[in-house]
Nanobody
Framework: QVHLVESGGGLVQAGGSLRLSCAAS????????MGWYRQAPGNQREQVAT???????NYADSVKGRFTISGDSAKNTVDLQMNNLKPEDTAVYYCTSAADGGVTWGQGTQVTVSS
């Protein structure tokens, strides 16, 4: 079973930057991929960025060129560097992992971007 701990959310002005971090712990053989999703009020949860254990990344079109996902497979951590933030990036951001035991979600961290 995987346990995810997120950190790094907060309040920032439009154009600013934030960095989210997530660390996985628990009992598992191998994490295959980690990533970030977000959910704004009234909206469905959507994928932001993912990274596989081999380093392959995938981004939502809305964040390409502004967000960068990075991971350390040895430490089972994943970070999301968010630059040039926009008010529409405001949401609860969730870390997720796919491991041998299935998919796990973190509790979420709030990101608020003021205009």
């Amino acid at each position: 079973q995987v346990h995810l701990v997120e950190s790094g959310g907060g309040l920032v002005q439009a154009g600013g930057s934030l960095r989210l971090s997530c660390a996985a712990s628990g009992s598992f053989v191998r994490i295959l991929a980690m990533g970030w999703y977000r959910q704004a009020p009234g909206n469905q949860r959507e994928q932001v960025a993912t990274i596989t254990s081999g380093g392959t990344t995938n981004y939502a079109d809305s964040v390409k060129g502004r967000f960068t996902i990075s991971g350390d497979s040895a430490k089972n951590t994943v970070d999301l560097q968010m630059n040039n933030l926009k008010p529409e990036d405001t949401a609860v951001y969730y870390c997720t992992s796919a491991a041998d035991g299935g998919v796990t979600w973190g509790q979420g961290t709030q990101v608020t971007v003021s205009s």
